[in-house]
């Protein structure tokens, strides 16, 4: 997404923000959403073997006649339930993602049967937050104004992320 426009006032970090104070902001960690990959199934009309699984606490039942497609769509339609989607290619993996990015979302994914996973058993994964350094100098072209102080954050959809530090500030 395109950039447009940052606004800072009042306090950072105890100084007092000027017209001309220059910022510089570095993202030393991205953020990323959580992730997990299926066994491979050579096509999307590949059936799936009967059983259930659970993707953060909500279970799906299938049976033998079940293919591939009608999993992907039963997963991505509950995707406000678990917040979690399903992507597919032909001679490849399902992949589950959580929606929201940052490490308070989760793909769990307990598969009793073995129907997503080569066998049974359980996997998961967290997401990661967002690092950024943010520095002022508050005197602007003056030396002697810089303050830098760090901001966590992607505990927010795609469409926003929000960037927290200590004291309480936050961009978003």
Do not use: H
């Not at 000027?18 to 991205?30: D, H, L, Q, Y």
């Not at 308070?104 to 350094?133: H, I, P």
């Amino acid at each position: 997404s395109k950039f447009q426009a940052i606004s800072l006032s009042g306090q950072f970090n105890g100084s007092a923000l000027t017209t001309n104070a220059a910022v510089t902001v570095a993202v030393t960690t991205a953020a990323d959403q959580a992730q997990v990959v299926s066994q491979a199934f050579a096509f999307s009309t590949t059936t799936v073997a009967a059983g259930s699984f659970t993707i953060n606490g909500t279970t799906f039942t299938t049976t033998a006649s079940d293919t591939v497609a009608n999993v992907l769509a039963r997963i991505n339609a509950t995707q406000g339930q678990t917040g979690v989607r399903a992507e597919f290619t032909d001679g490849g993996t399902i992949t589950l993602t959580n929606v929201n990015y940052g490490s308070n979302f989760r793909v769990d994914l307990s598969d009793a049967n073995g129907v997503l996973l080569a066998a049974a058993g359980s996997t998961t994964d967290t997401g990661t937050d967002a690092v950024a350094t943010v520095s002022i100098d508050t005197n602007g072209t003056t030396a002697g104004g810089v303050t830098t102080v760090t901001f966590t954050g992607g505990r927010y959809g795609q469409s926003a992320l929000k960037l927290t530090d200590n004291e309480g500030n936050s961009i978003m």
